[in-house]
């Protein structure tokens, strides 16, 4: 008998390894995005409290676009329209633009909530001190409003951090990627699907598990 | 001296302050009573330019509060305040509540910083609780907090907006008590007040405030005992 010729072959140890890289690929996209995203996302925040009409005439239309169409579309857009302007990105660059855009769209509320948890009466007390505006802005209302909404910017980290694995449909090898290339080849989705929601879950339970401690600590 | 000249404050079309004429002379105490929105936590806003006015002028120490080219964060460190609500900074705890503006408004060193702030906090009788978070303190530590972080600036006028009204009664007397500590100290003070017996006991003058107009101000002695106003009489029977 001739041996069979077969495309197929099992999950061995060097497909965790795979998945593993896969896995960093994806903290690594989202940390960049998450982190960016934020910056911008408080800043616009801040706008979008300070700025009130302006703002709410150009800021919030734009960010309100970008919260509302589904993620993978905007990727999917981007990645292919980004060229016809000139931009040449590539998958990573394309998601990780993308990804910050979508991020800095969700804290920006977030952080416009945490400026209006701070109470006029508190801010008034800080300026009354002597504080200039920008010193009662990081000395007193950023660690306490900071405070107020971090349970709402932690949750958008994560489902951004989940979110990234929309980027595999550009090609850039992430979790999800890495699992759909080896589902194709060992024909086992469900080891491989279970494995790769596992590193996802080894992701997010650390950052929960922290945030949940830091919060404790925050209330006494 | 704070000179208030001709002070007109308007919020939107409602006429708070109709033309205030008032001086406030160094070591002075001056209780401003007054219904609810006769206009006179509107006052001390003005003093200290967190209420832009529409019209007069206010100065401290022949500097005008609200012109443009008055460094305003400078001169509000002359000008300590406590509010009604006494806004302790929930993330510090009481030292570090009193020693943040003089750390970093007034640039002081971390440790001449908090030197300042147990100095305050032992002035109001706050000196064990240097470590506590406010949420471990009560209203009445809470508003006495207040008062020492204002002190750490080394004012050399406190404002006091109705500082004991949100208290609970029994919280309202270590408040005045400290209050009383200070106007013996000599330090001037202008206290927006609801306690009469505050106002009879401790000032200088007492000014009445109605709708806007600063009906009478005079010695404790007069408004209390011989009010030339109407206004003044019908008030303090009510308060009474």
């Known amino acids: 008998m001739e041996p069979t010729l077969t495309f197929f072959s099992g999950f061995g140890v060097n497909d965790l390894w795979f998945l593993g890289e896969a896995a960093l690929r994806t903290m690594w996209i989202s940390v960049l995005s998450i982190s960016l995203g934020t910056v911008i996302g408080v800043l616009f925040g801040w706008l979008l409290y300070e700025g009130k009409l302006t703002a709410a005439l150009t800021v919030a239309p734009v960010l309100d676009v970008f919260r509302s169409v589904p993620l993978i579309i905007q990727l999917v857009l981007f990645y292919n329209f980004a060229p016809i302007v000139g931009l040449n990105l590539d998958a990573f660059a394309s998601g990780v633009v993308i990804l910050t855009i979508y991020t800095a769209a969700l804290v920006a509320n977030v952080a416009r909530g945490g400026i209006e948890a701070v109470d006029t009466s508190m801010r008034r007390a800080a300026r009354s001190l002597g504080m200039t505006y920008w010193q009662d802005l990081r000395h007193v209302v950023l660690p306490i409003g900071g405070r107020a909404v971090f349970p709402a910017w932690v949750g958008v980290a994560l489902g951004v951090m989940k979110d990234s694995a929309l980027v595999s449909v550009l090609g850039y090898v992430e979790l999800l990627k890495a699992s759909q290339i080896l589902i194709t080849r060992t024909q086992e989705p469900f080891l491989i699907l279970s494995v790769a929601g596992a590193f996802y879950f080894a992701l997010s339970y650390p950052i929960s598990r922290y945030a949940a401690s830091l919060e404790k600590r925050w209330a006494q | ?240």
Not at chain 2, 18 to 46: F, P
Not at chain 2, 114 to 119: G, L, S
Not at chain 2, 165 to 193: F, H, K, Q, Y
Not at chain 2, 204 to 214: E, K, N, P
């Open chain 2, 1 to 240: 001296m704070i000179e208030i000249r001709d002070l007109h404050k308007y919020f939107g079309a409602l006429h708070v302050l109709k033309g205030i004429d008032l001086e406030v002379q160094k070591g002075e105490v001056l209780s401003v009573i007054g219904a609810s929105g006769s206009g006179k936590s509107t006052l001390l806003y003005c003093i200290n330019g967190l209420e832009v006015i529409q019209q007069g002028s206010v100065a401290v120490d022949e500097t005008d509060v609200h012109a443009k080219g008055t460094d305003i964060n400078k001169l509000r460190q002359k000008l300590g305040m406590v509010f009604q609500q006494w806004n302790s900074f929930p993330h510090l705890t009481a030292l570090e509540n009193v020693a943040l503006a003089p750390k970093i408004v007034k640039g002081k060193s971390r440790a001449e910083a908090r030197e300042i702030a147990a100095k305050q906090l032992a002035h109001v009788g706050l000196g064990e609780k240097l470590d506590v978070y406010p949420s471990a303190l009560s209203g009445g530590q809470q508003q006495r907090l207040a008062i020492a972080r204002a002190l750490a600036m080394e004012p050399e006028y406190m404002l006091f907006d109705e500082a004991t009204s949100a208290l609970d009664p029994e919280l309202v007397g270590e408040v005045l008590d400290t209050m009383r500590l200070l106007a013996e100290e000599g330090m001037t003070m202008i206290c927006v007040t609801h306690e009469m017996g505050f106002a009879r006991d401790v000032s200088d003058r007492v000014a009445f405030f109605h709708q806007g107009v600063m009906e009478e101000i005079g010695p404790p002695e007069q408004i209390f005992g011989n009010a030339k106003s109407e206004h003044t009489r019908k008030f303090l029977a009510n308060v009474r």
